[in-house]
Nanobody, 115 residues
Framework: QVQVAESGGGLVQAGGSLRLSCAAS????????VSWYRQAPGKERELVAA????????NYADSVKGRFTISRDNAKNTVYLQMNSLKPQDTAVYYC????????WGQGTQVTVSS
């Protein structure tokens, strides 16, 4: 079992950048695939990006391809989401989910992009 916690959210102007971190506890984090999701007010939670346990495969939602990059450092038990060229429509609460035998969610971090 792991616990995950997101950080790095904040307020940024359109065109700016933020880097989110998903830090996990536990010695088996390297076995977990990790995904970033986001949920905007009044909308369903959507998948943004995902990375396999080794980092060898990554997937992105079409809306963020070319702007967001997911990466991980298993030595630090952390997954990152680098977000560049941010747009107002990226405003949401961002969550990370770690999945191996079961899935574990963090509490989320707010990202607000002003126009």
């Amino acid at each position: 079992q792991v616990q995950v916690a997101e950080s790095g959210g904040g307020l940024v102007q359109a065109g700016g950048s933020l880097r989110l971190s998903c830090a996990a506890s536990g010695r088996t984090f390297s076995r977990y695939a990790v995904s970033w999701y986001r949920q905007a007010p009044g909308k369903e939670r959507e998948l943004v990006a995902a990375i396999t346990s080794t980092g060898g495969n990554k997937n992105y939602a079409d809306s963020v391809k070319g702007r967001f990059t997911i990466s991980r450092d298993n030595a630090k038990n952390t997954v990152y989401l680098q977000m560049n060229s941010l747009k107002p429509q990226d405003t949401a609460v961002y969550y990370c989910k770690a999945t191996w035998v079961a899935s574990y969610w963090g509490q989320g971090t707010q990202v607000t992009v002003s126009s």
